[in-house]
């Protein structure tokens, strides 16, 4: 069979969506593409792109069908049901876009949009996609060319590409400095919901308790560099993560649900203090150190490349 792809620095991409993490893979891919057109729903965001060609974007378009004309790879890179509602606009003017056009998203939640994926054209071919990255800021001027750097970027088969479009999601992955992870489009999201949504519902959490304290002002005044730590997340973008919530809720309420397990043995084990309470204790302030060495000293190299790609 012929390729159906060409090279990543042969390939005309389209990025839809041009806040942080869109305007970021612009910037890491800049000359590493053959072209790159932007679009963005928001006019002032599609005005500051245009007004900042020197950031990676060489064309910025006014409306998404122009964004689309002649693109080889289609980067959908915005909240997650928006993501859904682009994916339903690319079901309706399928019979526009390139035959063999590559479509990867980089939501936060997996199952509705690859479920939605397979729903495309038979000419159109889809990888589901989320980069294990980002910032509490957002928006275009926030983005940053290392942001994708030795990030876990997990893919997400959707029964709609073959092997050449799975090299190309791998090379792309790969020139933006992240490591391509294939996983299940279900696991995912009960993967994410422990380990990226529950942290960030708990960063919330422990904000608002104190904000809705009637000691609030004594409190912030008391709180230091743990408390600020610990409810970094608070500050994401409440869009993408109201996204998150409505994408992944059963997964995010097991999840929940074994924490507070959790959280009553964790707080019994100090109480008791029997030897093996302090074990377990000590067991798991050692995981801890464990990964987070492990965190630091990440390669960019690729974790687990799709068999047959």
Known sequence: MANLTKPLDESAFSIIGVGLMGASLAMALRDKVCALCGFDSDPVTRALAAATPDQGIDR????????LLDADVIVLATPARTILSLLAELHEIGASLKPGALIIDLGSTKSEIVAAMRSLPPHLYAIGGHPMCGKETSGFSAADPTLYAGCTFVLCDAGRSQPDHNT???????????????LDATLHDQYVAIISHLPYLLSMGLVAQVANDASRDTLFALAATGFRDTTRLAGSDLAMMGDVMATNTDAIWRALAGLQEQLTALLAAFVNDAPPDRAWLSATREERRAWG?????RKENPQNPKQGS
């Open 60 to 67: 910025v378009a006014d409306t998404l069908p122009d964004a």
């Open 168 to 182: 190309l999601a791998e090379s792309l992955v790969r020139a933006v400095g992240g490591n391509p992870y294939w």
């Open 293 to 297: 060495e492990a965190f630091a000293k």
